[in-house]
Nanobody
Framework: QVQLVESGGGLVQAGDSLRLSCAASGRAFSNYGMGWFRQAPGKEREFVATITGSGNNADYADSVKGRFTISRDNAKNTVYLQMNSLKSEDTAVYYC?????????????????WGQGTPVTVSS
């Protein structure tokens, strides 16, 4: 069982940066691939980024590639999402998720554990 708690969301202006954190409880955090997803009002949940259990490899949605960086600190049981050059279209609730697929996944269905989400609002 893994419990996830996100933090770091807020209201920022376009062009600003924000770092989200996701603290995980439970054992063997490094065995889990981790992902960030987001859901804007009236839209489906969409993939943002994923990272392998070791943290050595990551994958991104095209819409955030070059602006967002996912990372993890397995000693602290925490995964991060550094968001730079934020745009109004990045406004959404951001969710952290854990999967037993060590390599991570772009598919929400692959993730068994989800946090409650943290809202990010980018004003233009």
């Amino acid at each position: 069982q893994v419990q996830l708690v996100e933090s770091g969301g807020g209201l920022v202006q376009a062009g600003d940066s924000l770092r989200l954190s996701c603290a995980a409880s439970g054992r063997a955090f490094s065995n889990y691939g981790m992902g960030w997803f987001r859901q804007a009002p009236g839209k489906e949940r969409e993939f943002v980024a994923t990272i392998t259990g070791s943290g050595n490899n990551a994958d991104y949605a095209d819409s955030v590639k070059g602006r967002f960086t996912i990372s993890r600190d397995n000693a602290k049981n925490t995964v991060y999402l550094q968001m730079n050059s934020l745009k109004s279209e990045d406004t959404a609730v951001y969710y952290c998720a854990a999967t037993t697929y060590y390599s991570g996944s772009v598919y929400p269905a692959a993730y068994a554990y989800w946090g409650q989400g943290t809202p990010v609002t980018v004003s233009s």
